[in-house]
Each structure stands twice: as structure tokens, then as C-alpha cells.
């Protein structure tokens, strides 16, 4: 009996090296933070914050700022000594504001900030944690080898 990834899985492709994918064909790679050329997952954490945050306010910001407008968003994440969890995932939009007179800059700030509380889906799991079950289970339809 075959059973068929779910919409958005990881699959191993090599010791410590993933592939995640979802229905619609994007990929990232994963692995460890040593590792080159892939993501380790708590970057992807902190990727997928800053992300929900910039998509949330993607139209605020545009309204004011134009549909075109570029942004980065710098993350910083630190960790608790000797733990290994997060206590702190930030994310800083930077996008030029010349265009805009201090009045305005600081009103986009608050709107954007407004945005995100209410539309971010990942700040909202952060604030209220999920369960987050990762189980073993039995598949031989899978290869024992890569």
C-alpha cells in the first residue's frame, strides 16, 4: 500500500537534508545550522514571522508608499543560554519612507502595526501555542535506503 505525501511535507534526501514542499511546487531545503545551502528550522521560524508580518501589512504599506515598494525585513532571534528554545523572534521592516513628512511615517507605522496584530497567522500561533505532535509510524511503501 502506497501512501501519498500530505500537501505540504518534508521528505530526507540525504543524511540531515530535507526537502519541504507544498501542493503548489515550492521547495526549501532544510538542514542543520551547520550545513550549507539550507535553511536549519529555526530560521524557518523566524523567516515564516517576519514574512506573516510583511504580508499583513503589504497593502497598508502600499497605500502609502506605492504597490512597488521594495522592503527587507531583518530578523533577530536570540536564545536562552544552555536552552533550546527561542525567547525572542523580532522582525525589523525596513522600506524607504522619504516620501513621506514625519506626520505620516508615523501613522503608517501604527497602521502597519495594527495590520499585523490582527492579520499575522503565525504571530497569532506564537501568542497561543499549538500542540505540536512529530510522531514515528510504520510506512513500507517507502524505501529503507535513499
Not at 534526501?13 to 545550522?33: D, F, H, L, M, Q
Amino acid at each position: 500500500m502506497s501512501t501519498q505525501p500530505t500537501p505540504l511535507h518534508i521528505e530526507r534526501i540525504a543524511p540531515k537534508t530535507y526537502v519541504g514542499r507544498n501542493a503548489r511546487g515550492a521547495e526549501v531545503r532544510i538542514g542543520s545550522s551547520d550545513a550549507d545551502g539550507v535553511f536549519s528550522p529555526g530560521e524557518l521560524l523566524g523567516l515564516a514571522l517576519a514574512a506573516c508580518g510583511l504580508l499583513s501589512a503589504d497593502h497598508t504599506i502600499a497605500s502609502r508608499l506605492g504597490a512597488e515598494f521594495a522592503a527587507v525585513v531583518d530578523i533577530d532571534q536570540t536564545k536562552p543560554d544552555g536552552e533550546d528554545r527561542y525567547d525572542r523572534i523580532a522582525g525589523t521592516i525596513r522600506a524607504n519612507l522619504d516620501a513621506l513628512d514625519a506626520e505620516h511615517v508615523a501613522a503608517l507605522q501604527e497602521r502597519a502595526a495594527r495590520a499585523i496584530e490582527r492579520l499575522c497567522t503565525v504571530g497569532h500561533t506564537l501568542d497561543a501555542p499549538p500542540e505540536h505532535p512529530v510522531v514515528l509510524e510504520h510506512d513500507a511503501s517507502l524505501p529503507q535506503q535513499l
